[in-house]
């Protein structure tokens, strides 16, 4: 277990031993812990004081299938919290197969010089200037960075968004197939990347140095338990594999809670056109790959690659978010113009989500019409060329509701809310108003309760208790390196078990229900902790006015969780 710090001030490099007061904890976990230790929570996030963190999980690097997601972590420069942004490929697995517990990256290079870190096959960490990868984007960046150090690597960049330190500059990592598709987009964590003056992490694929397994036998069996489980889900085992994560659009629009134009309507009349169905047969039709291997272990395959009419490769993977924040939140119902945006936002080094929603704000306002497929695409390439409206987009909802002096801005503490409406499904309305880190979807999402007709989507009641349990139960899988579609898997009783006991085998320490729980109240406390010295209060913690006072089609609901339950949220 080792720590890399890198001082971006001085580039000197230090290597050491996790802390006892980190002992035990990795992903989310890891970095929630070292930013409310070590960030000063009322510092600039672009400036020397903040750190970014890039921690695999307590798992990641491990036999467990589906562990290879990495938490990045730092003080957000969108939304002023703390902030853990996760992405797949194979870094996190790289990582952990290397024995390293975290990259810590402090300081701040002198203005003008860019670097590249890399980190070889012994772990061995090293600075070097990369003036010459200014600018670039991140397929070409990446192509590049290979060709110079060889193909057994993996990649972490930034795009010209990070450079530009805009506030919804991603980060990409690579796919099993080298391609800077993975994103850890919300927060705007690129532009610290940026502002640190790191151009790339190139990573070996070659490790073989992981930290032990405390008991190995019991790690082993438990594993194949887990995965067995996640091959007999039917979501994780049949769904996925042949719709993706697409497959959600067909649902969510039928509880007339995806969001469309700009969030005025709970239903896009144009959902069949993008539906998961639909993006199966068009990737059929074409050539292109409907079950695709993503990131590494990976045994689900719910990436997919989409081609054009000549099927040659657009994007991959086309998912849920991202078909809702460019199609039905703009009004376009074309797969073709939506897989573009996609592309545009991995290549620019964009969140798709933010981003989207940003364009949503400007149509909204006037400045171009619902439907227009063109002048979405030409909006994000403004992003990329740094025009002046193309900076405003950059930045995020709130920047272009406030550029066009137009109030309806679906953003919680900046960060732009996902597909799920808090009108329609007041428990995703809890999570984005209580979040630690702004509106996020996957901090705690209610979906599967509500498809399971064991809470009423559209009811005040039960929403916050609901939202605590959830909220919960991701910051402890978020600390593991498990993707969270196959922590889905964890509802089979077997599996939750068999979770349970390879954290036992690889910590050496008893782990049940209770610890895990407690696991992840001690990183919400921990993010929570941060955010109050940072100055936010439970103020804070609300949706927009309009959610409150515009109702939605069809149900013509409002958000009605009170603010008073949502001040409880934070009771446990």
């Not at 299938?65 to 992405?87: D, F, H, M």
């Not at 060709?147 to 990649?155: C, L, V, Y």
């Not at 990436?303 to 924040?325: A, P």
Request: aromatic share 6%.
């Amino acid at each position: 277990m080792k720590l890399i710090r890198v001082n971006m001030t001085d580039r000197t490099i230090k290597v050491a031993e996790v802390p006892k007061q980190y002992a035990g904890l990795g992903g989310r976990g890891l970095s929630a812990m070292m930013i409310n230790a070590e960030v000063p929570p009322r510092c600039d996030a672009l400036g020397p004081e903040n750190k970014l963190i890039v921690a695999p999980g307590l798992l990641s690097g491990t036999s467990l299938v589906n562990t290879s997601r990495v938490s990045i972590g730092a003080k957000s420069p969108l939304t002023g919290t703390i902030k853990e942004s996760n992405s797949g490929g194979k870094i996190a697995a790289c990582l952990g197969k290397l024995g390293i517990t975290a990259i810590v990256v402090e300081g701040q290079a002198p203005a003008g010089e860019l670097y590249l870190l890399t980190i070889d096959q012994d772990g061995k960490a090293e600075l070097q200037e990369a003036s010459r990868y200014k600018g670039m984007r991140t397929y070409a960046l990446c192509a590049k960075l290979l060709e110079d150090n060889g193909p057994k690597n993996t990649i972490m960049c930034i795009g010209p968004a990070g450079e530009y330190r805009l506030s919804s500059a991603s980060i990409q990592t690579t796919d099993v197939d080298d391609r800077p598709c993975r994103a850890a987009g919300r927060g705007g964590l690129g532009a610290v990347m940026g502002a640190k003056g790191l151009k790339a992490i190139v990573v070996s694929t070659q490790g073989k140095s992981p930290d032990a397994i405390v008991d190995p036998d019991m790690f082993k069996e438990a594993a194949k338990t887990f995965a067995q489980a996640l091959r007999d889900n039917p979501f994780t085992g049949k769904v996925l594999p042949q719709l993706g994560t697409a497959s959600t659009v067909a649902a969510v629009n039928a509880l007339g809670a995806f969001p469309s134009y700009n969030a005025t309507r709970g239903v896009f009349e144009g959902w069949e056109k993008i539906s998961g169905e639909a993006l199966a047969k068009l990737i059929q039709q074409r050539g292109g790959k409907t079950e695709h291997m993503g990131c590494a272990q990976c045994i689900v395959h719910c990436s997919n690659e989409f081609v054009d009419e000549r099927g040659k490769f657009v994007t991959s993977s086309l998912e849920y978010e991202t078909i809702w924040s460019m199609g039905a939140m703009l009004g376009i119902d074309d797969l073709d113009t939506i897989a573009r945006l996609d592309f545009l936002c991995d290549d620019i080094g964009l969140d798709t989500i933010n981003t989207g929603v940003a364009v949503a704000v400007a149509m909204d306002a006037g400045h171009k019409s619902f439907g227009d497929r063109q002048a979405a695409i030409a909006m994000v390439e403004e992003i990329a060329q740094g025009t002046a409206l193309g900076l405003v987009l950059g930045n995020g909802p709130e920047a272009v509701g406030q550029h066009f002096n137009h109030h309806r801005v679906p953003a919680v503490k900046g960060q732009s809310i996902a597909a799920y409406d808090p009108r329609a499904m007041q428990g995703n309305g809890v999570t984005y108003a209580t979040s630690t880190m702004g509106a996020d979807h996957t901090a705690g999402n209610m979906l599967g309760l509500y498809l399971a007709g064991k809470l009423n989507p559209l009811s005040a009641e039960g929403q916050v208790d609901a939202s605590r349990k959830a909220q919960i139960g991701m910051a402890a899988m978020d600390c593991t390196g498990m993707c969270l579609l196959a922590g889905i898997g964890m509802a089979a009783p077997a599996a939750a078990e068999a979770m349970f006991k390879m954290l036992s085998a690889k910590l050496g320490a008893p782990i049940g229900f209770k610890e895990y729980g407690f696991m992840g109240m001690r990183v919400l406390k921990a993010e929570h902790e941060f955010n109050q010295k940072a100055g936010f209060t439970s103020k804070d913690d609300r949706l927009p006015r309009f959610f409150y006072e515009e109702p939605l089609p069809p149900h013509n609901k409002v958000f009605a969780v009170s603010d008073e339950e949502l001040d409880k949220f934070y009771n446990f």
